[in-house]
Nanobody
Framework: QVQLVESGGGLVQPGGSLGLSCAASPTIGAFSAMGWYRQSLGKQRELVAIITGGGGANYGDFVKGRFTISMDKAKNTVFLQMNSLKPEDTAVYYC????????????WGQGTQVTVSP
């Protein structure tokens, strides 16, 4: 049974920082890549960042060096550090994991709200 449990969302002021965590089970090794997507009201879900087991990472164009994704294999956890947050970063952030053994199979967390507001 695959589970992705997110934590760390909340309210932050513009220019502030926030860190998100995604704890994966049964093991992070079951996935070829893990990452974060986000969806704001009235918009499609979009890629924020993704990281492979080898450590390679890709980011959405809007990130522009503000966010960093990392992986702790020993803790089966993926992190997203978000700095210089803007109001337009307000969204529900979803953890995503891509199955290693079945191409196209994706798992999703329940989502965590990030609100950037004065």
């Amino acid at each position: 049974q695959v589970q992705l449990v997110e934590s760390g969302g909340g309210l932050v002021q513009p220019g502030g920082s926030l860190g998100l965590s995604c704890a994966a089970s049964p093991t992070i090794g079951a996935f070829s890549a893990m990452g974060w997507y986000r969806q704001s009201l009235g918009k499609q879900r979009e890629l924020v960042a993704i990281i492979t087991g080898g450590g390679g990472a890709n980011y959405g164009d809007f990130v522009k060096g503000r966010f960093t994704i990392s992986m702790d294999k020993a803790k089966n956890t993926v992190f997203l550090q978000m700095n210089s947050l803007k109001p337009e970063d307000t969204a529900v952030y979803y953890c995503n994991a891509r199955a290693r053994t079945q191409v196209g199979l994706n798992y999703w967390g329940q989502g965590t709200q990030v609100t950037v507001s004065p």
